[in-house]
T-cell receptor, first 111, second 112 residues
Framework: GQSLEQPSEVTAVEGAIVQINCTYQTSGFYGLSWYQQHDGGAPTFLSYNALDGLEETGRFSSFLSRSDSYGYLLLQELQMKDSASYFCAVSPMDSNYQLIWGAGTKLIIKP | EAQVTQNPRYLITVTGKKLTVTCSQNMNHEYMSWYRQDPGLGLRQIYYSMNVEVTDKGDVPEGYKVSRKEKRNFPLILESPSPNQTSLYFC???????????FGPGTRLTVT
C-alpha cells in the first residue's frame, strides 16, 4: 500500500528551528506537498517539492529526497503563531488525481 | 476574492435523514475533492472530481455520493447518515491534484 509517516507531535521553543519529517512508501509520485492547519481552521498550502532538494519560502523550507523516500519541513525563527498541525501529502502516479495524506504533526511551541 | 465556500458550517442531524453539504469555488478549478478529518487520522479523501461529470472514489467513499454537474459546484450527499459519519468535512479545489489545494472552511457534522 501507499502511506506517509509523520511524528504525531513535536515540541520546540520560540525562536528556535524545528524539522518535521515525512517518510513515505509509495511506488511513485509527482511531488510532495506541505499544509498547515491551525486548530478550528482549514488546511492552507505551504510548499510543494516536485524535484529533489530544498525549496525555501521565507522562514519555511521543504526538502525532498526520492532516493531516501523522505522529506521534511523546516521552520526557522519559530513564532507562537506557528503552533499548528502540519501535513505532508503526495500525488501518486498510479492514482490519477488522488492525494495521499500523512496523519499530521502537531507542533507545540513554548515561550 | 478567490475562495471555496461550504454550507452549512455546522449540522446536527439524526440517523437516516438525507443531507447535502454544498461546496462552491470561484477559481475555475477543474479538480475538486471532499475530505473527512477525524482525530489522529488526518485527512482522508472521500471522493474527487477531475472535471464536470468526472468523479472517482477516494479512500473512504462508503456512505457518500457526489455529483459534478457544473465546474464550480461539488456537493456531498449522505443518503442515510450514520453516527460513524460524524466528522469534520472539507471541500478543496485546485488546478491540478499535485498543486496547491484551496480548502473551504469546513463543515462539522454530528449524526445522532
Amino acid at each position: 500500500g501507499q502511506s506517509l509517516e509523520q511524528p504525531s507531535e513535536v515540541t520546540a521553543v520560540e525562536g528556535a528551528i524545528v524539522q518535521i519529517n515525512c517518510t513515505y512508501q509509495t511506488s511513485g509520485f509527482y511531488g510532495l506537498s506541505w499544509y498547515q492547519q491551525h486548530d478550528g481552521g482549514a488546511p492552507t498550502f505551504l510548499s510543494y517539492n516536485a524535484l529533489d532538494g530544498l525549496e525555501e519560502t521565507g522562514r519555511f523550507s521543504s526538502f525532498l529526497s526520492r532516493s531516501d523516500s523522505y522529506g521534511y519541513l523546516l521552520l526557522q525563527e519559530l513564532q507562537m503563531k506557528d503552533s499548528a498541525s502540519y501535513f505532508c501529502a503526495v500525488s501518486p502516479m498510479d492514482s490519477n488525481y488522488q492525494l495521499i495524506w500523512g496523519a499530521g504533526t502537531k507542533l507545540i511551541i513554548k515561550p | 476574492e478567490a475562495q471555496v465556500t461550504q454550507n452549512p458550517r455546522y449540522l446536527i442531524t439524526v440517523t437516516g435523514k438525507k443531507l447535502t453539504v454544498t461546496c462552491s469555488q470561484n477559481m475555475n478549478h477543474e479538480y475538486m475533492s471532499w475530505y473527512r478529518q477525524d482525530p489522529g487520522l488526518g485527512l482522508r479523501q472521500i471522493y474527487y472530481s477531475m472535471n464536470v461529470e468526472v468523479t472517482d472514489k477516494g479512500d473512504v467513499p462508503e456512505g457518500y455520493k457526489v455529483s459534478r454537474k457544473e465546474k464550480r459546484n461539488f456537493p456531498l450527499i449522505l443518503e442515510s447518515p450514520s453516527p460513524n459519519q460524524t466528522s469534520l468535512y472539507f471541500c478543496a479545489s485546485s488546478l491540478l491534484s499535485g498543486g496547491e489545494q484551496y480548502f473551504g472552511p469546513g463543515t462539522r457534522l454530528t449524526v445522532t
